[in-house]
């Protein structure tokens, strides 16, 4: 019943339009006033407390890094590269946005910048060689959804932050700690090139059908000197992951030097953007990055509210009563992260829904670094879904095609989304075996 009566109250602002974090926040102090006695200093502390964690700071820090290179001529550069590799198969063109989209997400951690960087160069370069808008707008708009996957990935970090802390229990009894930031970029390498290359194949089997351009084949000369030109920006992708796994600094001090590196490259290697925008670069980043702590911050309330209530727990006996094996609950998992992921945005997902869904998957036996790449999957699906799919309004502001239309372009890369999620999600070596390899889990 205080269940329902929590989500009775959450659904009905969230019906009324009011933002997420908002309704996140009333809904808490809604039910604290109503239904509890607990005292108001202890809520006061818990706002506070609550965004303390030093694992939150890597999301400034990756938003600020991704925001310089984004203004910049980074994007670009890889486009160059992307299409001087590949540029000369099947829709050459289309399957050069993939690439490009797998190599930007490895360094901005976020699907829409990654829609806009990719799309905005490439969607119009495609309709002038002669490719429907259609097929570059479903190509692109699909392929950004790889920036929450392929690390770094501030989904990921949203994730670690949501269940650090949790007191869970696996089927046995045994206490289950949560995953790393470290663990979770290293679990999404191998699933985010694996969706890439899925990607890319039904890439060139649509352009094969369609009888799509192909560009004549570039010189080794000519693929010499655009990886001498991106090759700045790909080493940001060395310096995050080489510096995480060699132990030279944490997830979080990664995002700092990757914000440092981002700001030299841009303004004095590159020289796309002059001291005198790099103002308006750090109020775009530090806009953004209050929006989502501030998401963080009421959904960090939502967490305590339920925790002290009890409310996971119950759910986790509920459902393992049911009789749901693993098999049947990650099913249900998906459907339901699907449904929502057409009207909320991932963060906010994530947020709410982890620290519900957390302790079951745990009880069941599902490893945690598992359940955050199939989270992450579901959130990326959710990116290309009306009627809140943030790639799709990108994706149709380039474009200037129609929403319903950009919707029906995406449908073939997003049949083979779906196909990926069932795969990742009953395949959990996908996720793990590098991890696993490395020693991290």
Request: glycine share 10%; hydrophobic share 60%.
């Amino acid at each position: 019943m205080t269940a329902l009566i929590i989500f009775a109250i959450l659904a009905v602002l969230l019906v009324t339009g009011m933002p997420v974090s908002i309704a996140l926040g009333l809904t808490v102090f809604s039910f604290l006033f109503a239904f509890t006695n607990i005292p108001m200093d202890s809520i006061a502390l818990k706002l506070f407390t609550g965004i303390e964690k030093f694992e939150i700071m890597a999301i400034p820090f990756f938003i600020l890094a991704g925001n310089f290179l984004t203004h910049g001529g980074v994007a670009r550069r890889m486009i160059n590269f992307a299409t001087a590799l590949v540029g000369h198969w099947y829709g050459g063109m289309g399957l050069a946005a993939v690439v490009a989209c797998a190599l930007f997400a490895a360094i901005s951690g976020s699907s829409p910048a990654t829609v806009m960087a990719v799309g905005s160069i490439l969607i119009p370069a495609m309709v002038k060689q002669g490719y429907p808008a259609q097929f570059g707008v479903g190509t692109v708009a699909t392929a950004g959804g790889l920036g929450i996957l392929i690390p770094p990935s501030i989904v990921m970090v949203m994730y670690a932050v949501a269940t650090s802390g949790m007191v869970v229990t696996g089927p046995e009894g045994q206490p289950i700690l949560s995953a790393s930031i470290g663990t979770l970029f290293m679990a999404g390498v191998v699933p985010g090139l694996m969706l890439a290359m899925m990607l890319g194949a039904t890439t060139i089997w649509r352009a094969w059908k369609g009888g799509y351009p192909r560009m004549e084949r570039a010189s080794w000369c000519a693929r010499w000197k655009a990886f001498r030109e991106s090759v700045w920006g790909l080493l940001l992708i060395v310096i995050i992951m080489g510096g995480i796994y060699g132990g030279i600094f944490t997830p979080t001090e990664a995002a700092a030097v990757s914000a440092v590196y981002a700001f030299v490259v841009a303004v004095w290697v590159y020289k796309d953007i002059s001291l005198k925008d790099v103002p308006r670069v750090l109020l775009d980043s530090a806009a953004m990055s209050a929006m989502l702590l501030y998401i963080i911050t009421n959904a960090v309330m939502f967490a305590f509210i339920l925790t002290s209530e009890q409310i996971p727990q119950a759910l986790s006996d509920w459902i393992v009563g049911l009789g749901f094996g693993k098999i049947g609950f990650l099913l249900m998992v998906n459907v339901m992260l699907l449904l929502i992921g057409m009207v909320m945005e991932p963060s906010a997902i994530v947020l709410i829904m982890a620290p519900i869904l957390y302790p079951v998957a745990m009880k069941l036996g599902v490893d945690p670094v598992h359940f955050g790449i199939m989270l992450v999957v579901n959130m990326e699906i959710g990116l290309c879904t009306p009627p809140v799919g943030l790639n799709l309004y990108v994706g149709s502001a380039i474009s200037k095609l129609g929403l319903t239309e950009v919707t029906k372009s995406t449908f073939p890369w997003l049949f083979t989304a779906l196909i990926f999620l069932m795969l990742v999600t009953y395949i959990p070596e996908i996720s793990l075996s590098l991890p696993r390899l490395l020693g991290m889990n």
